[in-house]
T-cell receptor, first 107, second 122 residues
Framework: DIQMTQSPSSLSASVGDRVTITCRAS??????LNWYQQKPGKAPKLLIY???SLQSGVPSRFRGSGSGREFTLTISSVQSEDFATYYC?????????FGPGTRVDIK | QVQIQQWGAGLLKPSETLSLTCAAD????????WSWIRQSPVKGLEWIAE???????DYNPSLKSRVTISIDTSKKQFSLKLTSVTAADTAVYYC????????????????WGQGTLTTVSS
């Protein structure tokens, strides 16, 4: 199985800050990388697919980049509704595996 | 807008069989894959299995021996059975639209059920 890691595991930010989360795969996965946002008690929500494609309805302050083994999710100006846990997931080979998550909370 | 509702038993004893069902409403049911994913504090998010409208399936090898996924296209429903459960199977189980992985198109989970907490305890 391809192992996914994320850094940091948690971070604190103020509204308006720029937030960057990194996801690394144990082997190259081209651009087969998705990002999800999860709020407490809710199902994950798809934000970014294919490393950099914004899912319909997701605000443009979310941006994904990267290819190969290293990927980044950037929130250009974090809003109050963005405080949540973020997960990456590789869809290059089965079983599609998820990262452990990055919790973003209010400073 | 696709909406997915899920239901099933929330409390099981060790060795019993977990059984969950999802129903999709709105949008097309055919030509898509439908998946089960679980989440626990120990293992995080873990993809379990997927099926499409013509019955093609894929399973996570770690669970394959105990899992069966099935589909009823006439009802727009798909189901999961996990046999011989233990405490390690305690998790929130989600159903979702999408494939876990592919290289001939982009694969992701774009619509999710609300989740079902299943606890295994004697």
């Amino acid at each position: 199985d391809i192992q996914m890691t994320q850094s940091p595991s948690s971070l604190s930010a103020s509204v308006g800050d720029r937030v960057t989360i990194t996801c690394r795969a144990s082997q190259g996965i081209s651009s087969y990388l998705n990002w999800y946002q999860q709020k407490p008690g809710k199902a994950p929500k798809l934000l970014i697919y294919a490393a950099s494609s914004l899912q319909s309805g997701v605000p443009s302050r979310f941006r994904g980049s990267g290819s190969g083994r290293e990927f980044t999710l950037t929130i250009s100006s974090v809003q109050s509704e963005d405080f949540a846990t973020y997960y990456c997931q590789q869809s290059y080979s089965s079983p599609g595996t998820f990262g452990p998550g990055t919790r973003v909370d209010i400073k | 807008q696709v909406q997915i509702q899920q239901w099933g038993a929330g409390l099981l004893k060790p060795s019993e069989t977990l059984s969950l069902t999802c129903a999709a409403d709105g949008g097309s049911f055919v030509a898509y894959y439908w998946s089960w994913i679980r989440q626990s504090p120990v293992k995080g998010l873990e993809w379990i299995a997927e099926i499409n409208d013509i019955g093609n399936t894929d399973y996570n090898p770690s669970l394959k021996s105990r899992v069966t996924i099935s589909i009823d296209t006439s009802k727009k429903q798909f189901s999961l059975k996990l046999t011989s459960v233990t405490a390690a199977d305690t998790a929130v189980y989600y159903c979702a639209r999408g494939r876990n992985a592919c290289t001939n198109g982009m694969c992701y989970f774009d619509y999710w059920g609300q989740g079902t907490l299943t606890t295994v305890s004697s």
